[in-house]
């Protein structure tokens, strides 16, 4: 289906193809923030290729799905949406059926012959030809599998341009590093996103400009290890606590944030630059894995639990109030009941405000898929949900924490809770909702709010006029 947009006649100018008739794209997102800026940047190249997006499927032009591999849920979600998205094509067959990211890399030629209705299989290290990819199905009309990595030196970006599809929110991601060395051995990322490559600090710094300048307030720096930043391959080489200080020179920005980390390379300039930058906000993201050193091992995290807890350790004692998060897996081949109640005491010990909890699922190809998955289903879904439950109590007290308070809080939207009427985030990456301030406060805005409750993962509280 075409639409015309309407358009200022400078806008017309400016724009690469003629008649302004833009084609619809539908894009729907599995996975991680990664993903979701992989998404970002191919709706910005598609839009300079006359494509805006849709949010109704039946409308497009084009569907791209961008997908995820980490788990195996994750694949079957993306497999019962194409099963939706098959009929559409039926019904209309110059519909451009695309499938992207992570799963793409990992299963290639396999989809195609799973989804035969599918034209095309890209993997993440092809995002930026998105535009290219469309056209060749439009002039082959033949199905066809774009994956591998690109090891060139030069990590490519589009060129920014003043033409953005639409504005920034107030807090925006940007990606600083991809792929990663680590190769923990459950996990699939190194083989579906490749080896780490940093971005020249001149280009992140041009495109945080960039973003602030269009009403960016906050910049989240994006990579599977962001203090990985740096090591390698840049002209001039930059560590990754230096990037933050530069980063926190750029004028307008007012708060910065990093995820996700490695523990390994989480440095003590890291900890002084928390205590030195005001606007780098106080939360960090520093997934555990495990409790037990044995597990750990077999994980290859390559750090003890005693150096994780060190570390965390300084960084309490540097940055007192800072709130903290981490990423768990149970039911790793081998682990014990015991094992599991080291992850459970470290939960306890470092009093996480949230955790992202989930059950062991092999990936093909990782070499923790060569152990006997030992640990049966229904063992994995209990210590799951003990997590669960440890940390919901967790979450709850450390809410509680805030009751009474105020805090700042950076605007994001309205609120979807009844009786509140703003959303945002606080320095610590609370969700807040914020009731009063209509007329005065709006996104973007920093407002001063009275916490009055905690409600799951989210504080509720009164604007301070
Ligand atoms: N099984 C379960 N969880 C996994 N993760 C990565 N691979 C797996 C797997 N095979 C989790 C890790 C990681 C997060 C992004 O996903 O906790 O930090
Ligand atoms: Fe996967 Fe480990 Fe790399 Fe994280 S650090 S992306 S868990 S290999």
Redesign the pocket.
Known sequence: MLVVVEMSVAKIARFPYSFCIMKQVYLNTFG?QMNVADTDRMELVLFHSGYQRTLEKEDADLILVNTCS???KAEQKTFSLFGGLRSLKVSNPDLILGLTGCLGQQEGEQLLKRMPYLDFVMGPDQVEGIAQAVDRVRSTGEPFVWTGFDHGKVYSIPELSDDLPRAPGPSAFVNIIKGCDKF?T????PFTRGREKSREPEELFGEIRHLVNRGAKEIILLG?NVNSYGKRGLKNAMPFHELLYRVAEIPGLQRLRFT?SHPNDFTRETIRAYRDLDMLMNHLHL?V?SGNNRVLKAMRRDHTIEEYLDLLAELKSAVPDISLS????V??PGETDEDFEDTLKVMEEVGYSSS????????PG?P??ELPDSVPDETKKRRLQETISLQSRRTEQRGQSFVGKNVAVLIEGKSSKPGYIFKGRNPQYWNVNIRGGESLLRAGATAHVQVEQVSGHSLNGRAIL
């Open positions: 991680c980490i788990r195996e923990c459950f996990c699939v990322v599977q996700t997934p894995q981490t990423d768990i897996i039911g790793f992202f909890m989930f059950a062991y699922s092999p990936r990782t923790a898929s």
